[in-house]
């Protein structure tokens, strides 16, 4: 009758060759995880874009040409900024949801934008964001042609853009609306600098809406008044040049 060979047992070397690569492979997979990870996170933030330029478009078939308001002037001279729009609300789906001041579920703002993760609502919207920490409208140079009224509206009709598939209607932004004199101030979307600041949170590049309907991201260099030339910010930043 054979006699049973004892068992083998790993030894110390071995183990300790088994950990090392175990490592080695998280140390190889981890950075390629993380890059997925954002590149998910980027095509959410870029699919929420066309969702508005999707808006943007039924909006100015109804309103004679004019695209979703970055503010309208309402009777009683009450003031409506685009997150608080009825229309934008049906059209993102969020119409049998009480919205209040751009307070939104999570999966409507950008997932990289961690201020506005960073201030959720309170009381009945404890669970909402606020869009305006993820998204803004452009408002810059225009005249009383182009809009109904510069003062208290700002609603910018199609036909009347020079080139809209290079320019700027809504942008990856830290305030609900941004231009270009603000373009510069962007430190990380964890430290709110000051008003109107375009925000360059994927890897260094803003996800934009243009006002043909198409949206891309665009590096920080052709936005940014301190690192663009006068040519590229005429080309995204000037609606009516």
Known sequence: MNKKSPQQAFTLIELLVVISIISLLIAILLPALGQARKSAQNLMCMNLIRQFGVANGVYA???????????????????????????????????????????????????????????????????????????????????????????????????????????????????????????????????????????????GAANVLFFDGHADDVQREYLDQNLATSESITRYWETFK
Not at 69 to 79: E, W
Not at 123 to 137: E, N
Not at 166 to 180: C, E, F, G, H, N
């Open 61 to 203: 078939t109804q309103s004679k040409g004019f695209i979703l308001p970055v503010r309208l002037k309402a009777p009683g001279d009450v003031k409506t900024d685009w997150m608080a729009n009825s229309m934008l609300h049906d059209a993102m789906g969020l119409g049998n949801l009480t919205i209040g001041y751009g307070n939104v579920p999570m999966n409507r703002i950008c997932p990289m934008a961690d201020y506005a993760k960073a201030h959720p609502g309170s009381g009945m919207y404890a669970d909402r964001y606020k869009w305006q920490y993820s998204y803004g409208g452009v408002v810059q140079s225009f005249s009383s042609e182009q809009l109904l009224d510069t003062t208290t509206q700002i609603v910018y009709r199609i036909d009347r853009i020079l080139k809209p598939s290079y320019k700027l209607a809504m942008a990856d932004a830290m305030d609900w609306w941004i231009r270009s004199s603000r373009s510069n101030f962007y430190v990380s979307d964890s430290i709110m600098t000051t008003s109107m600041m375009t925000a360059y949170r994927h890897g």
